[in-house]
Structures are given as C-alpha cells and as structure tokens.
C-alpha cells in the first residue's frame, strides 16, 4: 500500500509563501513519481494574521500541529512587527512546545555552485551541523532590572541539563554511524571560558562516546577556532555537535560557504514526535511579490523532510532535481540574479524529478 503523510504547511512572511509554494509544487511531482501521497493543510501564522488580529500564535498552535507527519515552514518575520516577537512567539515558540531538540543543518556545496571560500569546491564542503535546539540563552531566562538608567542590569541565562545534552549527543553520535563518511563527530565548544555549560557537553560527549559509540572518532574544537577551519579546512569536519547560540552562529556562516541562504535547508527534529523543516533564510521583505526569491532552500528542507520521514529515495531525487538545475539553468543563488524567476525555478526541478 502506497504511504501517505499528512503535512502542515505554514507560509509564514514575506517570500515565505512565494519559495513554499516552489517546495510544494517540487514536493507533489516527487511524491506523485515516488507513490506516495501527501496531504497538506495550510496555516495562516505569521505577521499579517498577527497584526489584523492582534494574536501570534493560537493558544491551541501546538496541539494540532501534533496531528501531523511533519510542518513545512517558510518564513516568519515582519517589517512592521517589533523584532523578537513573531520569532519568539511563532518560530521559536513551535521549536519548544513541539520539543524539536535536533536542529539538523547540512553545509554542502553543490556543483556550480559559488562559494567565498578560495579554492574550494564540492569536494571540501560537505558536513552537517547539529545544534541543539531547546536550551542554552534560547530558555530566555534571565531578566533585566533598573531599565532605562545608567545603573540598568540585563541577564540572559545560558542553560542546559544533562538529559537535554545527552539526547542530542547521542543523537549527533547516531546521525554520525548512519551518515556513514568520515564516522567523525566534532563537539563545538568553548570549555576554556564556560567552564559549567561547556564542561558539562564536553563530558557527556567522551562519556557517551567511549562507552557506546567506540566507533566513532572524537573531535573537540573552541566555537571561535571552529569559525576559522569551517572556512580554512572545511574538509576536515564530518559532523558538529554544538549547542543552540554557537549553532545559530556557525550555521549561518556554513550557510555562506555553501552559497547562502538561497540553498541552506534545516529540520526542527522530534525524533519521537513531529518536526519541522525550512529554509535557514529569513523572510526577505524587500523581494516580496517580485518572483525573484531562490526557492531552493525551501525546496531541499522539502527533501529533508521526506528524509526524516523515512523516504530516502523520494529524499535524493529531489536533491538530483536541485543539482541539475544548478547544473543546467541558474546563474546565480542570489536573489533577482538567478537568470531566471522565483516559479520557473520551481517548474523546473519539477519537471527534473518526474
Ligand atoms: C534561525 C534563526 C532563528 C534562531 C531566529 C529567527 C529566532 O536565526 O533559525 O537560525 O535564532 O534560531
Ligand atoms: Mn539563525
């Protein structure tokens, strides 16, 4: 009997829509050549329901999103929305209620495709970032007291328990085995200043790793010295572990080495529940409405989550539909420079999976 998924799908902001209707036109042909059926129902969450009805997130957000296989997300982030709060109030707020405490990131470079880095190609850049995705200064714990004076005290919190650290590292061990390349795990840290957060993953990491993942080999690297062999020696890494902040930082500058936002994908994993998948980019307000956006982040966070699904092969066809597009037609990642639009982009590795 053929799978069927039932699938979330929330536009979100800006280009949001127009890369998540690419994803999804790319994700139908795939599912159709592959017979599977996906079944998709679209949410409204974002920056224009918040600012007609004055509400970020209904109070049952996350309870129905549980009903589904997976969310497809595209964007969210306003121009007339004060910074912090659709992103805390929707992005971040699904991450945690929905207990999405993998954030999978792949750095990879594609054939054709422009990397700042000098004189390297395809065959250097390819790892993949796991960064813990419910902890750290994302609790938003901490507090500020005397504001709007000379004497005004801010605290944030960096904060991770041993389960949350433990569930990612083995899941970052796990990911390693299957991945199967280099069976080399690299915890990103920063044990010579936080002496408790770091110290903490650090011994978690050989803990776990001696006891029941001798197979695999351990690296440990400063997030600052990580920066600089993510663009010296980007061979050198297989997988990185790292927890939320570090993550979110280095993640942005794999982004970049593998040409940008316009092709950087990631997954909010459940392992146990329901994830949710994106492109990295944000919402990108000043290219709304002009079909010029690069769907193809959007498009691999669409086979990211057939992946996680459990629909390899469905997974790697449309990664072969994004290398041959990259191969054939576009220019350019950038946005308006692709020599092509937004929904050409998307008609075409649609055509080039079925
Ligand atoms: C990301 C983004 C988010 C984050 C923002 C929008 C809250 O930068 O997904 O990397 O910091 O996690
Ligand atoms: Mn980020």
């Not at 750095?107 to 993949?128: A, Q, R, S």
């Not at 220019?331 to 649609?350: F, N, R």
Request: charged letters at 25%.
């Amino acid at each position: 009997m053929s799978k069927s998924y039932n699938i979330a799908v929330i536009p979100g902001d800006g280009t949001g829509p127009e890369v998540v209707a690419e994803g999804l036109k790319v994700l139908t042909a795939t599912a159709s050549m592959e017979k599977i059926t996906l079944n998709f129902s679209h949410y409204d969450f974002g920056g224009d329901r918040y600012l007609k009805t004055g509400e970020v997130l209904p109070e049952n957000a996350a309870e129905e999103m549980k009903k589904f296989d997976a969310i497809y997300l595209g964007a969210i982030g306003h121009p007339d929305v004060k910074p912090g709060i659709l992103e805390k109030g929707i992005l971040l707020k699904l991450r945690f209620d929905l207990d999405q405490y993998i954030n999978l990131r792949p750095v990879k470079l594609y054939p054709n495709v422009e990397t700042p880095l000098k004189d390297k190609g395809p065959e250097h850049i390819d790892y993949v970032v796991i960064r813990e995705n419910t902890g750290d200064v994302y609790t938003g714990i901490g507090g500020v007291s005397m504001k709007g004076t000379p004497y005004e005290v801010a605290e944030q919190s960096m904060i991770y328990n041993r389960f949350q650290v433990e569930r990612c590292l083995r899941w970052a061990f796990e990911y390693t085995k299957k991945r199967n390349k280099r069976k080399t795990l690299g915890l990103v840290g920063k044990t010579n200043v936080l002496t408790y957060v770091y110290d903490l993953w650090e011994r978690a990491f050989h803990e776990i790793g001696q006891r029941d993942y001798p197979d695999i080999k351990r690296d440990y690297y400063h997030v600052d010295a990580a920066c600089m062999w993510m663009v010296k020696s980007p061979e050198w890494f297989d997988v990185l572990v790292t927890g939320n902040m570090f993550g979110d930082i280095i993640t942005d500058l794999g982004a970049i080495t593998q040409g940008g936002m316009g092709i950087a994908a990631g997954g909010n994993i459940n392992p146990e529940g329901v994830s949710m998948f994106e492109p990295i980019g944000g919402s990108a307000p000043k290219y709304t409405g002009k079909n010029v956006i690069n769907p193809l982040a959007a498009i691999c966070a669409g086979g990211m989550m057939l992946d996680i699904l459990g629909e390899k092969k469905a997974a790697d066809r449309i990664e072969r539909g994004v290398i041959k597009v990259l191969e054939k037609d576009i220019q350019s990642l950038s946005a308006g420079h692709m020599g092509l639009s937004t929904t050409e982009v998307g008609d075409k590795v649609a055509a080039y999976v079925s």
